[in-house]
């Protein structure tokens, strides 16, 4: 076993964790489940079978990634949020068949206590606050905030907020890492420090 496992957490035969994972207390981890490496698993977290977590990914304490989640590198996923994948759940109606795919792109924060309606997509490096409720599919780089949520600005890869309108033609840098980020529309891009603009 390459990857540190509380002994109260739950691994079942069959889960692929990576290099270096940190499983902590109460975890259960489905037999399904693939989990890229260098990920942390804080204190009650449940992951499905039907789940793909790529590498770098944080998933703080008491957080259900249920089946048709797929979280790819360095998403960051805060105390108590929730994931669903049933749009219209019944408990006298059987839908299993009926899960709603849910993709989180590379970089992406979710707030303590957000909620993710299932059958989005969020784009890469979005960042949703804590407690707001994402129903609908979110652009890269966006900053999310509200019930329901509501794009409100632009964040860099750092954390930092960008001065960039919600659309239109516009360019900021990053405070903290002189990375650039190109607003063209309502769609923005991100130039590394150094790297040559496009």
């Given amino acids: 076993m390459n990857y540190f496992k509380h002994e109260s957490a739950i691994v079942d035969d069959g889960a692929v964790l990576g290099e270096g994972c940190r499983v902590w ?3 259960h981890i489905c037999g399904g489940a693939r989990i890229g490496a260098q990920c942390s698993l804080g204190q009650g977290v449940f992951v499905g079978n039907d789940v793909r977590i790529g590498d770098g990914v944080k998933i703080q304490n008491h957080v259900s990634v249920y089946d048709a989640v797929t979280l790819e590198d360095d998403v960051f996923c805060g105390p108590s949020m929730v994931f669903t994948n049933v749009y219209n759940p019944r408990a006298a109606v059987e839908r299993k068949t009926e899960y709603r795919r849910t993709i989180v792109r590379k ?3 979710l707030g303590a206590n957000c909620t993710i309606v ?3 997509e969020i784009g890469q490096g979005a960042f949703i606050a804590a407690g707001a409720v994402v129903n609908r599919d979110v652009r890269d780089w966006a ?4 019930v329901p949520g509501r794009q409100i600005g632009w964040m860099s890869a750092h954390g930092e907020r960008l001065d960039l309108p919600l659309e239109g033609d516009a360019e900021a ?3 903290a890492t002189g990375d650039r980020y190109v607003l063209r529309g309502c769609d923005v891009r991100r130039e590394p420090y150094g790297s040559q603009p496009n």
């Fill in 25 to 27: 207390h109460f975890v």
């Fill in 107 to 109: 970089q992406v924060t």
């Fill in 118 to 120: 299932c059958g989005v």
């Fill in 143 to 146: 900053l999310v905030a509200g």
């Fill in 173 to 175: 840098q990053c405070p």
